[in-house]
C-alpha cells in the first residue's frame, strides 16, 4: 500500500502541537494505521521544540510575512524551512493531497489567525500549506475530510 496522503501528525495523535499535546483525528489515525497517509509536521520538521510558545502569522503593511511567537520571537525562519522539508516529503512519496489541521500557522487552509494572538480568524494559509498548494498538492483541513 502506497500513501496517497500527508497528515499534520498532531492529527494522528502525535504530542506535537505548541502545547505539548494532539488533535486527534480517528478518520486521520486510521489512515495513517492502514499505510494510506504519513504524518508531518512541519514545526517540529523546522526545528521548533515541543513544547513552544504559540504563533501565529502576522502581515505588514507592505505585505510581507512574519511567523511571531506570543512571547516575541520571530519564527519565521522555522516556519518555512519545515514548510520546505514537508514538501520534499510529499515529493519523495508522490503525494498529492494533505489534510492539515486547520487555522494553525503552518497547516491552516482558508483561515488562520490573525496575528494579534485575540482568537481572530482572517482569511489564509499557513505556510506549509501555501507551498503545498503552490505546488499543486491539494490540501484541506479535519474539518472538510473526504477520504
Known sequence: MRAIYLVSACLAGENCRYNGKNCRNEAVVELVRQGKAIPVCPEQLG??????????????????????????????????AGAEKTLAIARAHGIKKAILKSRSPSCGCGQVYDGTFSGKLTEGYGITARLLKDNQIEVCTENDLEV
Do not use: A, H, N, W
Not at 49 to 72: A, H
Open 47 to 80: 526545528g521548533l521544540p515541543i513544547p513552544r510558545s504559540p504563533s501565529e502569522i502576522v502581515r505588514s503593511e507592505d505585505g510581507s510575512i512574519k511567523v511571531m511567537s506570543r512571547d516575541g520571537q520571530d519564527r519565521t525562519s522555522e516556519f518555512y
